[in-house]
Structure formats: C-alpha cells, structure tokens
C-alpha cells in the first residue's frame, strides 16, 4: 500500500511496521535519498498551496503553526525544477520581511527557513554584501525591509514571499510597492505568512477576489513542539481573545466605534478572584429553538458589592452558552447555577414571556428566578456596561474561556451589533452585569447616620 502525496506523514505515523517497511523497501536509492525533502510528502495540509489561479496566498496561523516552513518550501517549489540546473517558474523573488535582519535570520536562515529546507544539490548561496540569495540554476531571491518601502522602487519581480505583514508599521506602503513590482512572467503569485492582527492592510488583502487564505492553529504542528511550550501558552491564553489570534491563527477585528477593544479586554484578565458577595447566571434565550444560527447565551457573573457603588467589582466567570432545545438551555443555566453556586438566574423575556419560566421551572420549581424586558435598543443598553470597564470595574476570569463572548464585545457599537447573527453571549452578560451593578447602584442609599 503506498500512501497518497497529500498525506503521507500521517499514514507512516499510524501505520504498522510491516507496512512502513513495505513502502520504503519499494523505493530506490534516488527516491529514498530525495524523501527527506519532498515536503508535499511530509506537510500538513495548510501548508500546501491551494488549487486555483491565485495571485495572493495567505497563511495565516497560531504561533508556531509552520508558516515560516509553508514560506520557505514555497520559494523552493517556484525556482527549482527536475535537476538542480535546470530553471523553475520564478527565477527573480522577492523575500520582505519587517527588517532586513529577520529575512536574513528567519526567512533565509532560520531552522524552517529556506537555506534549512534545501537539499544540498539545490542549496543557494547566501551573498550578505549583496543581500540575495543564489541558486545552482541561476535563480536569486532578494531581501527587502518593510522599513524601507522605496527600495522596491524599480526592481521587478515573478514571486514574492511576505513575512508577518500584520505586524509591520508601514505595511500598507511596503505592500503596494511589491505589487508594482510583481511584473514578471506570465503569472507572478506571492505568499504572506503571518500571524493575524487586525490592520487595514491585512484585510483589504484577504478581501480580494485574487486572494486565497489557509489557516491553522498552533495546535495543528504540535509533533514539532515542546510540550512545556504548547502547555504553558494553553494554560495562559486558551479561550481568551488574544489566545484565539495567536494560538488559533483566527483574525479578529477591532471595529471602529466599539464599545470594547481587545486592549481592554487583555487589561482587565486576573488570575485569582476574590469572594464574592453575589453571583447570577444570566441567560438570554434562543429565539428559535434547535437553529443551528442561534445559540442562548449563558454567562456567569459575581460581585464584590461592599461599600459605595463606585468601590464595587464584577467578575466575569463562565460562558456556557449552548443551542438545542429549550430543555437543553435551562438544564444547562440552572447546573450552572448549582457549579458556581449563584444567587440567581435572570433572563430576557421579551420574545418568550412567561414561557421561559415556566420551561426553567419544569427543570426547577424553586430555582430563584428574575424575568427582564428590554426597552431600549441592544447598543444603547450595552453602554453603561461597557463604562464599567473603561472605569476598570470589571475583570475576566483567565481561566474561563470567554474568547467567544470577548468576540461579540468588540463587534458591538451604540448604534447596535456590526456581526452577523445576535449577539446572544453579550446580551446575556449586560443582563448579569445589569442584575450585580447597575441597578443595584441606582438604588443605593448611604446609610442615615442618626444624630443624638
């Protein structure tokens, strides 16, 4: 049995030593010595190029996730051909990087960098005087900083590999130079390997007809990691927002007028949280009930409410939203109650009426429950939450995973929800932020001293 090109790591992992044995014994000498750097044998599935006549590929990944080694084989597979002397599809690349240090140190030279990946029959030559790299077959890369735009000004090019342009502080300038320099041969493509942030640049790229995008998490290379290192950014920054750009190579989008940013929400994260006086679950039911769109938001939330309002501090500890059936949610919001031992259970009622309760009462007859109706529009009634924590009187709870929930946060604005769907985690949480401060503040009275 020989194992298909796409997957053939994978079928030497899980197959028996027979097998493997087979397969090898069924080369000879040239293929044997050439498997080590077929790196369509030995890739992961995001690394490969997507089918389809491309202009941009964008690899975008966790930490640690191979887009530098995606990069590096890509580069190989446009200059080199059948022998080391014969010309590839791209003779004149591009190599930019945010400094001319890191091309050199990472894209060129790096443990996954090009040098690394070649096999020695292939192996270009590193010119630092004149900051390229030469192939056998004549090819040649050369190295640009995005710190200097200008100097792709007049060179011309068929290839282009682009590292971490989400992080580069004049990428926009340095990306629409490339593009006037990618000129040569019948189809000049380029790769940008990055880690996502979200800038301008970055996302009018994806947004392009032209442009095609792979993504994977840093779970995904686990095989070429340290254990302490997936265990330590795991336990730190899994189900957070920051750990779902970085670790889950997913883009996330700070959209101009949010009521939060994700500079906030990393300000506020804690590692410990105190005891608490008071605790709700707050839930806000699904409309329709088992639509795979719609989920009941469910957060858990406590308080520290000892002294004057503006002395008080909510918690933010679970999200435990769930779809299916109502059954499904007031099973799921009342065991969220008895886990974190909250006073109460709040919900919206505004589309379900008395059938909320009465579903949370056929789980629980005695569950202590609050039936809320809003008045106002979902970004009007968010606001005094977000002040909150712009006042820095909320916190999350890291070991919650509130990436979800955070998500929704960033994408709401005063003139209401800029994402697709309902914010269901979000409204459930200005419901139990609601329920802990704010009304309890408006009907605050310091206590009477009487006078003898």
């Not at 290379?221 to 750990?243: D, K």
Request: a negative charge.
């Amino acid at each position: 049995m020989q194992p298909e090109l796409r997957s053939g790591a994978a079928w030497l992992a899980s197959a028996t030593p027979q097998d493997v044995d087979a397969f090898l014994d069924g080369l000879d000498e040239n293929s044997l010595l050439a498997l080590p750097w077929l790196f369509e044998f030995w890739a992961l599935p995001h690394q490969l190029p997507p089918m389809g006549d491309w202009k941009s590929w964008v690899i975008m990944g966790g930490r640690g996730a191979g887009k530098t080694r995606a990069g590096a084989e890509w580069v190989r597979s446009q200059v080199e051909s059948s022998t080391p002397l014969d010309a590839g599809k791209a003779s004149r690349v591009a190599l930019v990087g945010e400094t001319y240090d890191q091309v050199r140190d990472v894209m060129i030279m790096g443990d996954s960098g090009i040098i690394a990946c070649s096999p020695p029959d292939r192996r270009p030559t590193w010119e630092a005087s004149r900051r390229r790299l030469v192939w056998p077959n004549g090819a040649m890369a050369m190295a640009y900083s995005a710190h200097d735009p200008e100097a792709l000004r007049g060179p011309q090019f068929d290839a282009a590999w682009v590292d971490e342009l989400a992080k580069w502080k004049r990428a926009e300038d340095t990306w629409d130079m490339l593009q006037f320099a990618l000129r040569l041969g019948w189809h000049p493509q380029q790769v940008v390997t990055t880690t996502p942030r979200d800038v301008a640049v970055l996302r009018a790229i994806m947004k392009n007809p032209s442009t095609v995008v792979t993504h994977a998490p840093t779970e995904a290379n686990r095989a070429y990691l340290a254990e302490s290192f997936l265990a330590e950014v795991q336990a730190r920054y899994a189900g957070t927002r920051l750990g779902r750009q970085e670790l889950e190579g997913v883009l996330l989008e700070d959209i101009e007028g949010a009521l939060w940013s994700t500079q906030m929400l990393e300000a506020l994260r804690i590692d410990e949280v105190p005891a608490l006086d008071r605790i709700v679950v707050a839930l806000d039911p699904a409309v329709t009930a088992g639509s795979a769109s719609d989920e009941c938001g469910i957060i858990v939330a406590g308080a520290v409410t000892k002294g004057p309002p503006q002395d008080w501090r909510a918690y933010v500890l679970g999200d435990l939203s769930i779809g299916g059936k109502p059954t499904d949610w007031a099973k799921a919001a009342i065991a969220a109650m008895e886990r974190f031992g909250a006073d109460r259970l709040v919900a919206e009622v505004n589309q379900g009426g008395d059938l909320i309760e009465g579903v949370l009462r056929q789980v629980d007859p005695l569950v202590p429950f609050r039936a809320l109706r809003a008045g106002r529009g979902k970004g009007v009634r968010a606001e005094p939450v977000a002040a909150l924590y712009e006042q820095g009187r909320v916190y999350h709870d890291r070991k919650a995973s509130l990436g979800k929930l955070e998500d929704q946060m960033c994408q709401m604005t005063v003139q209401g929800y800029q994402a697709k769907g309902s914010p269901d985690r979000l409204d459930a949480l200005v419901w139990a932020l609601t329920e802990l401060m704010i009304e309890p503040a408006a009907h605050w009275r310091r206590p009477q001293v009487r006078r003898l």
